[in-house]
């Protein structure tokens, strides 16, 4: 168990109810392989993609808590939260990794690129057209990084999604077979 604390709020928090996508680096969920039968290779090139995707998810929270612009804080806190809940998912099913490789390796990356312009540009001081129309456009790209990264999200739960269908249509016919439906 973890003790969050959201404002005045304190929370205990383990790894398998971080449903929030609040994680700090003492709750930083690991990977579970322990209901998957993996070879030695494999896990260590997941391992590898997991500690990328954690690496970056803390330098945008990071990166957060540098910026004063509230608009800016609020994004980040957005994908911060995506970001967070899809850790949390992937060390639960670490085999989904691999669906979640663009994510890991171009969102991220991206967000993590332009946050860094951002500051590198407000940094500079200059309030010159130029300066501030490139920030500008930096911060409207960074406005769209939350709906890349759920839909890199649901995109890692699409495999789910058809297990749950096939699921329910099997339970579906064994309630009619039954007779209990129609």
């Known amino acids: 168990l973890y003790l969050i604390k959201l404002g005045n709020d304190e929370r205990l928090l383990d790894k398998k109810n971080n449903r929030l996508g609040i994680i700090?680096?003492?709750?930083m969920p690991e990977l579970s392989f322990r209901e998957i039968n993996i070879d030695t290779e494999r896990k260590e090139f997941?391992?590898?993609?997991?500690?990328?995707?954690?690496?970056?998810?803390?330098?945008?929270?990071?990166?957060?808590t540098?910026?004063?612009?509230?608009?800016v804080k609020v994004q980040l806190?957005?994908?911060?939260?995506?970001a967070g809940r899809l850790l949390t998912y992937l060390s639960e099913n670490p085999e989904k990794i691999p669906?979640?490789?663009k994510f890991i390796d171009y969102y991220?990356?991206?967000a993590l690129m332009l946050t860094n312009r951002y500051f590198d540009l407000t940094?500079?001081?200059?309030?010159?057209?130029?300066?501030?129309?490139?920030?500008?456009?930096?911060?409207?790209?960074l406005f769209l990084m939350d709906e890349a990264?759920?839909?890199?999200?649901?995109?890692?739960l699409a495999a789910d999604f058809m297990d749950i269908d096939a699921e329910i249509d099997v339970i579906e016919n064994n309630m009619k077979v039954a007779g209990i439906t129609e």
């Open 24 to 27: 700090t680096e003492r709750n």
């Open 46 to 64: 997941l391992l590898e993609r997991y500690d990328k995707a954690r690496e970056d998810f803390l330098a945008l929270r990071d990166a957060k």
């Open 66 to 71: 540098k910026t004063r612009d509230k608009a």
């Open 77 to 82: 806190d957005k994908m911060e939260k995506i």
């Open 99 to 101: 669906a979640a490789q």
């Open 108 to 110: 991220q990356d991206r």
């Open 123 to 141: 940094d500079t001081g200059l309030q010159t057209a130029e300066v501030t129309e490139r920030r500008e456009k930096v911060i409207r790209a």
């Open 149 to 156: 990264y759920e839909a890199e999200f649901h995109k890692v």
